[in-house]
């Protein structure tokens, strides 16, 4: 069942905590302290949001690389609509969820209607936006005002704002897919298209949601950094390498990259796993290039071990 | 009359495949269509259930037009469709492929209560309580997948239900459980639109019987009216003298291919002697180890207890690599999956496993010649060597298969199933193809799931059942002998 | 076979229709910059453009071999970006350190070619999440080896492979090593997919399971695909290296546009189908592009944007043509 692989990187991350927790501890530092809890969750937040979105995109047999830019325009959107002023914060929110929305169903159209293999839709897409930002933006625009950076601020006890956030996208995201007919077409159309079109299910609509829902999962992750820069950035998206690692997330968390096979709690789980290695690191101060490396080895090693465990399980029956 | 279809036409890329072509199903009737491949059956079927839309004709469902856009709404109108393959997502529930689509929900939430619940009631009203509804599709067998299927079906409260091959991939006792299905099916007032090979089968369930050639209406039998001879005299237009080749006149040579007690775990102490010039037959119900054998000789899946011993000394078989350089070849279950790289050409696909084996710098265009000669003797009709394989008709695909193994003239040669899902004419081109092999001296082994080629081809019988050899029969046995020996009623 | 069946005319337009529409594209482009530019035609600005985009089609070749395979190699950016940091900081400045450490850049870079093969084909990672993971550890390794910024500096030696030629060819005046060196590349890549090997890599692509059950060791030719991969990675780091600074970026986002060429060159994701010289047509296409798109005075920021276009386009249009 998927549940083993899920609850996979769950072991993991409490065996990180624990022995990373204890290396904290013995360096002189405490990884569980307000602050480094609340760096680590915040750090979480970003990546999460994206990955989920990435979640759904994946679980129906598609996958998209355009999510970098598309935090980077929203963040720019965002900032330069309200440009620091408090009556624009709902207009701003709501441009950057229809700009977002839009460029998903772009990408959904791309792949189901020209059926262009999604890899190169969505880096198409994704060249796009990253020809629009460079040609029009030099470095950061736009203002938000005080009121819109509580988001990325404001925290309960040691909890962020914006981890909860990603909290609520993740309770809803989970409910969507393992309890409405869409969330269980997703999983139908990533298991095999051919039967669920067979089956009634109209695929191609599944597919262009599933973008949809991934770029305005994108899109929140965009109004998420302006509140925390305070500033629409139009190269936050590529350097903070938001397309390739809310993949890696997935994938850490269980979910088939082929699709129809995982789930948003692994994804949750994944991306816990990446922020307690950057936070053990941090702490520990290890040079902070190393922790690609790291990250790197435990992104194979943890999909090295389910292909593993799979293949022990088909031996078996 | 429940649903009419007439005057229908279909054309893909300027070719038509289907011309003026109309019949009825009345409630409660089994009604066959047969036809050799490319004959129009699954297109007629497809436009049936809404996976295409006719160029020309009209549908009738109780005397009302139809259209249907897409599947959906055929599925709406009652017209439910099981197909040749099985169209079921191995990684979900039951409940979850009975009702993909159609998901009951409650204040907008998928009821998995309901689900389960109504799928439980649907698999008791066709006797199949032991199935649970949670369980993985992808954990059940072959035949309890394809009641799914059936269920899924019928939870559409479907009134026609087209059965597209539905045995294609089951063993005969399972074939059983179907029939029984079907018959229920029919006592509830459900008109069925039944396509098969299987002659046989087309005689136990249905009361007429339409035959379909290149596209067009032939005609439409009373079964009880008609006979298998005059049936297949309908479908390839003139009669058949021989169904199967003489046998082997001449006495078997050494044993080229010998087991003794080897097993690994599906197969359990298996003597087996494959002689120059025979055809040794294995039958044996889905399961019991018939696939497992040619895969483990193959080195697939290898044997771990035993001995193996090919010419008389021992070989262990590694890889299927090792397999063929020690002059094994093996024509798998299924073509598309297993044997051809469908998107490449004719004659890549027939050089393959010499490319892949003896890989040379010089001679490749003396090798071509070579393989040409080997396409032009199995006969492979293709617009060209470069055409793609996957364009080819089954028994085309499967010469071009024999010409690829030919090229590297093994001396022992494992069939699983050669002619499934090839029409009669070519099956016949087949048969004599794995004559003439043994007759020039090969060691053949072939598997089949159809009792009338197993006994009709083989020189010899072994019968599996559970992983081990339950008996073995003379040329020419009663069908009930080997059905005996494979459910081991017979003992 | 059946007689009337063998059309050899049949075949030979069946091959071109594989390259025909980049061949096209290809055309088309050229000739705006004939009229546009007409020096451009100039032999020895001809060869300076080959010389320039030779490393991308070398690049373009190597993904191509990974690509018909069935996977796909991330990794060679951020490969080509670790060979020449790593190059600057071995030799560092000292001219008799160049031919080891260019030996070692190769070595390098089969290395990298193995463990990927290796981890793809006998881990079973799905060579995505395998070059994706080595691209990060590359990245990350070459970082926390330097320091964070490039150290060293690469020898007019080294540079002689990118910059230089070999001079006082009539008419041509300089034959680039770079060109050279892209035509020994090209050669070898469509000398191996003419070959057994090529066919049936092919078909390892095509289909795995039949071509393994026709005896074909399936993941040898997996990891040889990447071995090429990586081979092919290092030859253009060291042309790169030669043509400009060292830097960490590069050979960022180059496995990006590899893969865009070869797609480009109607190669089709997940193996089994294109030709290597669709691949090499592909990369040079882009680089005419690029050329063009510098000629009409387009922001080098829009770039990507028309990249971006030109490929959804043009896979688009190759996909309604054959359907």
């Known amino acids: 069942m998927s549940g083993m692989r899920e609850r996979g990187v769950w072991v993991a991350l409490a065996a990180t905590l624990t022995i990373g927790g204890l290396l904290v501890y013995a360096d002189g530092g405490a990884l569980f302290g307000q602050s480094s809890t609340v760096s680590m969750l915040q750090r979480a937040a970003g990546l999460g949001i994206v990955a989920i979105g990435q979640t759904f995109a994946i679980l129906a047999g598609s996958l998209d690389l355009s999510v970098g830019f598309v935090i980077s325009l929203t963040s720019l959107i965002a900032a330069e609509t309200m440009a620091g002023s408090n009556g624009m914060v709902a207009p701003a929110i709501l441009a950057v969820l229809a700009v977002s929305a839009g460029i998903g169903l772009v990408n959904g159209l791309l792949i189901t209607k020209l059926r262009i293999n999604a890899f190169i839709a969505t880096l198409g897409v994704g060249l796009v936006i990253k020809g629009y930002l460079e040609h029009g933006y030099a470095g950061p625009a736009g203002s938000v005002p ?4 509580r988001l990325g601020y404001d925290r309960i006890g040691p909890i962020p704002m914006s981890f909860l956030l990603m909290v609520a996208v993740a ?4 409910v969507v897919l393992k309890r409405t007919r869409f969330g269980h077409h997703v999983l139908a159309v990533g298991g095999d298209v051919d039967v669920a079109r067979l089956s009634g299910v109209r695929t191609d609509r599944v597919l262009i949601r599933t973008h949809v829902i991934c770029s305005l999962c994108a899109g929140i992750a965009g109004l998420y950094l302006a509140s925390r820069l305070g500033a629409g950035a139009p190269r936050v998206g590529a350097e903070g390498g938001y397309d390739l690692e809310s993949i890696a997330a997935v994938v850490l968390g269980g979910t088939v990259l082929a699709g129809g096979r995982g789930g948003v709690a692994g994804t949750v789980g994944g991306v816990a796993l990446l922020a307690a290695i950057d936070s053990v690191f941090n702490q520990l101060a290890i040079d902070p290039f190393f922790k690609q490396v790291v990250r790197g080895t435990v992104i194979i090693a943890a999909v090295a071990v389910y292909a593993l ?5 088909e031996a078996l029956a | 009359m429940l649903l009419e279809l007439n005057g229908i036409s279909k054309s893909f890329l300027g ?13 409660g009737e089994v009604h066959a269509v047969v036809g050799e491949n490319g004959a129009g059956k699954s297109t007629l079927m497809k436009i049936a259930s809404g996976a295409h839309q006719p160029d020309a004709g009209m549908i009738h469902l109780d005397g009302d037009p139809v259209s249907f856009r897409d599947p959906r709404q055929a599925q709406a109108a009652g017209i439910g469709i099981i197909h040749q393959e099985f169209n079921l997502l191995p990684e979900r529930t039951v409940a979850q492929n009975v009702f993909l689509g159609r998901e009951p929900t409650r204040r907008g939430l998928v009821d998995l209560r309901a689900m389960h619940e109504r799928t439980e009631e649907l698999l008791a009203s066709v006797g199949q309580e032991g199935i649970s509804p949670q369980a993985t599709a992808g954990t059940l067998g072959v035949a309890r997948q394809q009641v799914v299927e059936i269920v899924k079906a019928l939870s559409l409260d479907a009134r026609v239900l087209i059965m597209d091959e539905p045995t294609a991939s089951l063993a005969d006792h399972e074939v059983e459980l179907l029939y029984a299905l079907v018959r229920r099916l029919q006592e509830r007032g459900i008109g069925i639109l039944y396509v098969s090979h299987r002659l046989k089968e087309v005689f136990d369930l249905s009361s007429r019987i339409t035959v379909l050639k290149d596209g067009k ?12 001879e005059a049936l297949v005299r309908h479908m390839v237009g003139r009669e058949l003298a021989h169904y199967y080749p003489p046998r082997a006149t001449a006495t078997p040579g050494p044993a080229r291919l010998a087991l003794k007690a080897a097993g690994n775990r599906k197969l359990h102490a298996i003597d087996l002697e494959l002689r120059a010039g025979e055809v040794v ?9 018939r696939s497992s054998l040619a895969r483990a000789i193959f080195g697939v899946n290898r044997f771990s207890t035993g001995e193996m011993f090919l010419d008389g000394s021992p070989l262990h078989v590694r890889s299927p690599r090792h397999a063929v350089r020690a002059g094994i070849a093996y024509v798998t279950e299924d073509r598309k999956a297993e044997g051809l790289v469908l998107g490449q050409s004719v004659l890549d696909n027939a050089m393959l496993a010499l490319r892949a084996v003896t890989p040379t710098v010089a001679g490749r265009a003396a090798r071509a010649v070579g393989i040409r000669e080997l396409l032009a003797g199995v006969q492979v009709h293709a617009a060209g060597e470069r055409q793609e394989v996957r364009f080819l008709s ?10 690829r193994w030919l090229a590297m003239k093994p001396r022992i040669l494992l069939f699983d199933e050669p002619t499934r899902g090839i029409d009669v004419g070519a099956k016949a081109a087949i048969h004599d193809l794995i004559r003439r092999l043994a007759d020039d001296g090969a060691a053949v082994l072939m598997i089949s799931s159809e009792l009338p080629e197993l006994i009709g081809m083989s020189d010899r019988i072994v019968v599996l059942r559970d992983g081990r050899v339950a008996g073995e029969l003379p040329a020419g046995p009663p069908e009930e002998s080997v059905v005996g020996l494979a459910t081991g009623a017979g003992s | 076979m059946t ?3 063998t059309l050899p005319s049949r075949w030979r337009f069946g091959r071109l229709t594989g390259i025909g529409p980049i061949l096209a594209l290809l055309a088309v482009l050229l000739m705006v910059i004939a009229i546009r530019q007409p020096s451009f035609y100039d032999p020895p600005s001809l060869l300076a453009f080959l010389k320039r985009a030779a490393p991308l089609v070398i690049l373009a070749a190597g993904q191509y071999f990974v690509i018909v395979a069935g996977d796909f190699d991330l990794s060679v950016g951020s490969l080509v970006t670790a060979e020449v940091v790593i190059a600057a900081r071995l030799i560092d400045g000292d001219p008799a350190m160049t031919w080891p450490v260019v030996a070692l850049m190769i070595g390098f870079g089969l290395m990298v070619g193995l463990a990927n093969g290796l981890i793809t084909t006998a881990l079973r990672v799905p060579s995505f999440i395998t070059t994706l993971g080595m691209y990060l550890i590359l990245v990350g390794a070459v970082y926390t080896w330097t320091g964070g910024s490039p150290r060293g500096a690469l020898t007019e030696e080294f540079r002689l492979l990118g910059r230089r030629g070999i001079e006082g060819i009539p008419f041509l005046q300089q034959l680039p090593y770079a060109v050279l060196v892209l035509a020994g590349i090209a050669t070898i890549a469509v000398v191996l997919m003419r070959s057994d090997f090529g066919k049936v890599l092919l078909a390892v692509g095509g289909n795995p399971r039949a071509a393994a059950l026709s005896g074909a060791r399936v993941n040898l030719m997996r990891v040889i695909a990447f071995l090429i991969s990586g081979l092919f990675a290092a030859v253009a780091a060291v042309l790169l290296g030669g043509f400009g600074g060292v830097s960490f970026q590069v050979g960022a986002g180059l496995e990006f546009t590899a893969i865009t060429a070869v797609v480009l060159g109607g190669v089709v994701l997940g193996g089994g189908r294109g030709s290597v010289i669709g691949a090499m047509l592909g990369a040079v296409t882009l680089e005419v592009l690029f050329t063009l798109l510098n000629l009409f005075g387009v922001s080098g920021a829009l770039k990507s944007a028309v990249q971006g276009l030109i490929i959804i386009a043009a896979v688009a249009i190759g996909r309604t043509r054959r359907n």
């Open chain 2, 217 to 228: 209406l032939v005609t439409t039998l009373d079964t009880a009216a008609t006979s298998p």
């Open chain 2, 15 to 27: 070719v038509r495949v289907l011309d003026g072509v109309g019949l009825q199903v009345r409630a």
């Open chain 2, 394 to 403: 089954g028994g085309n695909q499967q010469k071009v298969i024999l010409a």
């Open chain 1, 171 to 174: 309770v809803v995201s989970w």
């Open chain 1, 309 to 313: 465990r799979l293949r022990r399980k």
């Open chain 3, 3 to 5: 007689a009337e069946a």
């Open chain 1, 146 to 149: 005080a009121s819109f950076q």
């Open chain 2, 281 to 289: 037959g294995i039958g044996g119900l889905q399961g019991s180890g």
